[in-house]
């Protein structure tokens, strides 16, 4: 039988699997920058981009949402406008004389026979 033996794994990586981090890590030494502390000039820089980020992010969200809030709204006003046709064809078929004929022919009046007479009055008559 044979002895165990660790594997000792070696510390260079195979080209294609070393991280993306790893990889700006080693060609950009940001070291050199931090050296003596974070630089104070730098940093209205990094606020105004953290601002910027900031309301960037922000703007895109009411934007969205005002995008949500108008498509509610012309949903809802296609549903009205739908209702709104129905009534209308409705509202136009109940005012045909057939129609108006049979709803008051239910509380007993009759449609008139004989067209309707024209009067006609001289000047001065009245």
């Known amino acids: 039988m044979s002895k165990n033996t660790y594997k000792v794994k070696s510390k260079k990586n195979k080209q294609g699997s070393e991280s993306v981090f790893s990889f700006i890590e080693n060609k950009f030494s940001f070291s050199n ?3 003596n502390g974070l630089p104070l000039k730098y940093l209205p820089y990094i606020f105004f981009i953290v601002f910027i980020g900031i309301f960037y992010i922000g703007n895109n969200h009411y934007t969205e949402k005002t995008i949500r809030k108008i498509h509610k709204v012309e949903q809802r006003v296609e549903d009205l406008r739908a209702h709104y ?4 064809a409705d509202y136009m078929h109940a005012r045909l004389q057939s129609e108006v004929a049979k709803r008051v ?5 009759k449609e008139s026979s004989t067209p309707p007479r024209k009067i006609v009055i001289k000047k001065g008559e009245y």
């Open 33 to 35: 920058f931090f050296q």
């Open 85 to 88: 046709r129905t009534l209308q």
């Open 105 to 109: 022919q239910k509380i007993g009046l």
